[in-house]
């Protein structure tokens, strides 16, 4: 299940979250968060409590040469990522075993300002836990 998003903010979730997902669930599911012109996509991850050999894939293509993406597996702490051009790929890859996994996670995305052109853009903000943030910058 392939899903485009183009509003300016919403919901993302794991099929069945809170009540866990399957393999089979996840296995196709894909989401692409497209931004208007001058706005970046921001995805905040409230609850990210996938299964430990399960992995999540945040993809950030600006251009063909130079992708860049995140993969964060198993259970951890909220945390929120910017996209550094208009769209941002996230894709979920289920262990293969039968049963449910989870619960999953659930994040809200918007689209914020992003600066003059499609390339004007906010590097990864990462928040690991509420006393810790890691790097956030505008390029």
Known sequence: MNILLRNPSGVIKTPGYPYGYTDESV???????????????RVTFMTFQI????????????????????DKRGPGHSFTVYSTGRELGIKVYGHQYPGKSGPGFIANYTMVPGGEDDHVTYS???????????SVSKI
């Open 51 to 70: 299964h430990t050999y399960d992995r999540v894939q945040i993809n950030d293509n600006w251009n063909d040469w130079y992708p860049w993406f995140i």
């Open 27 to 41: 296995h196709d599911c894909y989401w692409k968060l497209i931004a208007p012109k001058g706005t970046v996509v």
């Open 124 to 134: 990864m903000y990462y928040r690991q836990s509420p006393s810790h943030v890691t």
